[in-house]
């Protein structure tokens, strides 16, 4: 049985999405640069309510104005979750997407070409939640009741770390694959008896609606990873410095300026602004080193295990050859965040 699931959910992420780049417009400059041969150069950037950074660069315009110095113009995609942002990844729908670390290993392991040229947080955005009135006081509690999570992302990954201290697994509970937002709806409407839910929904469910933490653990989330494609940075690399320069740049302003940090994520993802405090300031950690390196490969080398053991890798040796390519580290050793 988890053999079978575990293969399904390895069918659903590698995929191909249909979804293509917004419309919306670029952050600051139509101006497109030209390739080999004549085709315009586009750097197409994802953006979600959990990449922080993200949210500044696409309000600021600063990446728009300096890539249209370049030759190149800039349009934003949203990520609902890392599932969405390995899919439009893999499909070639952005150059750049922006995941928890399991999943951006997950998908390397499972042949999606991706780096990780920066690090953009140390978030606790998952947790295990019920809602308020919940008899349910404990993981072990969970066995044999539904429980809400977007495979695929890191409160997939969670759950399953999760449920294995209690000496669980993922066969011993019923999961119900929603995205996160639908995962809070279901928990508030006892559609599900618990949710692995995520930042700023899982705020969100707290503070409005007396939803109730069950387990927390930061070890057991991984890094806010950003992603660039293979190709992409194989033909580009002046343009991956560039945006690993605004990253920067947007993660020291968000040090410098946590309450319109906070206003901007409040707005951005429709959530009061205590909300996006807690978020923001009470469970993100944005005062880090921006390389990939030694600590998230050990926070994924623990995760491997897991990963083989729920048949979501081909083997270990996969995702050790996926650890061992993942990270270009080089960019955010260079970045200037000026």
């Not at 290993?105 to 308020?132: C, F, I, M, Q």
Request: proline share 4%.
């Amino acid at each position: 049985m988890r053999r079978a699931a575990g293969a399904a959910l390895v069918a659903g992420l590698l995929l191909t999405a249909t979804a293509c780049v917004s419309g919306e417009s670029a952050d600051g400059s139509a101006a497109a640069g030209t390739e080999p041969g004549g085709a315009s150069v586009t750097v197409r950037l994802d953006w979600a309510y959990y990449n922080p950074e993200s949210l500044v660069l696409r309000e600021k315009g600063w990446l728009g104005t300096t890539l249209a110095g370049q030759g190149a113009a800039v349009t934003w995609t949203q990520s609902l979750g890392s599932n969405k942002a390995n899919e439009n990844l893999r499909a070639g729908a952005i150059d750049f997407g922006s995941t928890a670390g399991t999943p951006a290993l997950l998908a390397r392991a499972n042949g999606t070409e991706l780096h990780t040229v920066d690090v953009y947080s140390r978030p606790e955005w998952s947790s295990l939640v019920v809602a308020k009135g919940s008899p349910i006081r404990s993981v072990r509690e969970l066995k044999g009741r539904k429980v809400a999570v977007t495979k695929g992302t890191d409160p997939y990954f969670f759950l399953l770390q999760a449920l294995e201290t209690a000496g669980l697994g993922a066969d011993d509970v019923t999961v119900v694959n929603l995205q996160h937002a639908d995962g809070r709806t279901a928990l508030e409407r006892g559609d599900v008896d618990a949710w692995a839910g995520l930042d700023p929904y899982l705020s969100q469910s707290q503070i409005e609606n007396g939803s109730r933490l069950i387990y927390r653990n930061l070890a057991f989330n991984s890094y806010g990873f950003l992603n660039v494609s293979a190709d992409f940075e194989r033909n580009h690399p002046e343009l991956v410095q560039t945006v690993v320069d605004g990253y920067e740049k947007a993660r020291a302003w968000i040090v410098a300026h946590p309450d319109d940090a906070v206003r901007l994520l409040a707005k951005e993802s429709k959530v009061s602004e205590a909300v996006a405090r807690q978020q923001l300031t009470g469970r993100t950690e944005l005062d880090i080193s921006p390389v990939p390196g030694d600590e998230q490969r050990a926070v994924l080398d623990r995760i491997a295990p897991v990963l083989v053991e729920e048949n979501l890798v081909p083997d270990r040796t996969a995702v050790d050859g996926a650890l061992d390519s993942l990270f270009l580290p080089e960019y955010a050793r260079k970045a200037d965040p000026s």
